[in-house]
T-cell receptor
Framework: RKEVEQDPGPFNVPEGATVAFNCTYS??????FFWYRQDCRKEPKLLMS???SGNEDGRFTAQLNRASQYISLLIRDSKLSDSATYLC?????????FGAGTTVTVRA | EAQVTQNPRYLITVTGKKLTVTCSQN?????MSWYRQDPGLGLRQIYY???????DKGDVPEGYKVSRKEKRNFPLILESPSPNQTSLYFC????????????FGNGTRLTVT
């Protein structure tokens, strides 16, 4: 079983729509959680951390459910520039485990 | 400008011909790591280094070597490349005490024929 699993998508949504997707992790000892964004096979970049109480960063909302071992990302009012692959990242001691990514395409 | 620099960006080689992908960071980071990215598999860690002269295997170390003689450099060595090492490779570094944010290089797209 993979340490981190994501629905690969793609999620094709119109501008202005809301899109949400989840990521599940297998190791209950996972300490911290993050979403990274990757554009067209370029280097991944940190989008946001995910806190237990849930957190927002502008149009992005992240949630963590430790009991069910999943995290989620919701994007409101989608922009064309949100088209990317979103990587779920789980931190264990001295190691980050990456999901394979969820691809989101926002169309005009 | 704070950055992680990888070279080359693109490399096509033949089976068995030794190659080195260089990685250098100018942020005085102690932690450095190499990943490979393949479709459907995500980023998988090859090797990592907590500090100079300290390296350890990641999840997929077979066929790779690394060295950390200086804090800023962390080269990836393929002694005898094989076609299954065709992949997109990323070097990354981070500050001491935390793995995040992980600063990535631009990537090296390697093709082994």
């Amino acid at each position: 079983r993979k340490e981190v699993e994501q629905d690969p998508g793609p999620f094709n949504v119109p501008e202005g729509a809301t899109v949400a997707f989840n990521c599940t992790y297998s190791n209950s000892a996972s300490q911290s959680f993050f979403w990274y964004r990757q554009d067209c096979r370029k280097e991944p970049k940190l989008l946001m951390s995910v806190y237990s109480s849930g957190n927002e960063d502008g149009r992005f909302t992240a949630q963590l459910n430790r009991a069910s071992q999943y995290i989620s990302l919701l994007i409101r009012d989608s922009k064309l520039s949100d088209s990317a692959t979103y990587l779920c990242v789980v931190q264990l001691p001295y190691k980050l485990s990456f999901g394979a990514g969820t691809t989101v395409t926002v169309r005009a | 400008e704070a950055q992680v620099t990888q070279n080359p960006r693109y490399l096509i080689t033949v089976t068995g011909k030794k190659l080195t992908v260089t990685c250098s960071q100018n942020m005085n980071h102690e932690y450095m790591s190499w990943y490979r990215q393949d479709p459907g598999l995500g980023l998988r860690q090859i090797y990592y280094s907590m500090n100079v002269e300290v390296t350890d295997k990641g999840d997929v170390p077979e066929g790779y070597k690394v060295s950390r003689k200086e804090k800023r450099n962390f080269p990836l060595i393929l002694e005898s490349p094989s076609p299954n090492q065709t992949s997109l490779y990323f070097c990354a570094s981070s500050s001491p005490g935390t793995l995040v944010p992980l600063h990535f290089g631009n990537g090296t797209r390697l093709t082994v024929t």
